[in-house]
């Protein structure tokens, strides 16, 4: 069974500075990797998607990178602000339908 | 603009009460999905429709049903039977068929449930 980890399960940074967040699973065999962000109370919104035979995608200030054989994704965001307080979240998909997600990283950024 | 509407937005009910959350996207979007969020724990799939009239067993769809007449609705029951209720609950949706599995998902902004 897939299983997802994102540690730590909080980070607080000053605003600014580059967050690195982290994401590993278990299995290898996954057809694409998914990154989302969650507001307090409010559903997902998908930031990046990354398919299994790339190795990062990039939107803005946010840079996504994929090492499918270790079973390991970043979610790098450049110069945080404190806009981007909110919970992130990885999924990975295997070949049907059903996403594995990990329970997610919280980030607080301090003005 | 298209996007997934729940409603409604908080449900209080009492224990042994049956109750039905409402899920509608006018995405055009063939797939739809149903997810439980419970706090320091990843959202676990209840139940998934790829097509209208059609749906599959997630991984904790005992105490759930679903119905899927419709292309842009998919509404869940919370039945007596979950022993659990209380919680989170997102509905989603995508693309659908083969083009489907590189096309990001689109949530609703969720239902927060309270069973007493």
């Known amino acids: 069974k897939q299983e997802v980890t994102q540690i730590p399960a909080a980070l607080s940074v000053p605003e600014g500075e580059n967050l690195v967040l982290n994401c590993s699973f278990t299995?290898?065999?996954?057809?694409?990797l998914q990154w989302f962000r969650q507001d307090p109370g409010k559903g997902l919104t998908s930031l990046l998607l990354?398919?299994?035979?790339?190795r990062e995608q990039t939107s803005g200030r946010l840079n996504a990178s994929l090492d499918k054989s270790s079973g390991r994704s970043t979610l790098y965001i450049a110069a945080s602000q404190p806009g981007d307080s909110a919970t992130y979240l990885c999924?990975?998909?295997?070949?049907?339908?059903?996403?594995?997600f990990g329970a997610g990283t919280t980030v607080t950024v301090r003005a | 603009d298209g996007g997934i509407t729940q409603s409604p937005k908080y449900l209080f009910r009492k224990e042994g009460q049956n109750v039905t959350l409402s899920c509608e996207q006018n995405?055009?979007?063939?797939?739809m999905y149903w997810y439980r969020q419970d706090p320091g724990q990843g959202l676990r799939l209840i139940y998934y429709?790829?097509?209208?009239?059609?749906?599959q067993k997630g991984d904790i769809a005992e105490g759930y049903s679903v119905s899927r007449e419709k292309k842009e609705s998919f509404p869940l029951t919370v039945t007596s039977a979950q022993k659990n209720p209380t919680a989170f609950y997102l509905c989603?949706?995508?693309?659908?068929?083969?083009?489907?599995?590189?096309?990001?998902?689109?949530f609703g902004n969720g239902t927060r449930l309270t069973v007493t």
């Open positions: 995405l055009n979007h063939d797939a």
């Open positions: 989603a949706s995508s693309i659908g068929q083969e083009l489907e599995r590189n096309s990001p998902l689109h």
């Open positions: 990354i398919q299994s035979s790339q």
């Open positions: 429709s790829q097509i209208v009239n059609d749906f």
């Open positions: 999924a990975v998909r295997p070949n049907d339908y059903k996403l594995s």
């Open positions: 299995d290898s065999a996954i057809y694409n």
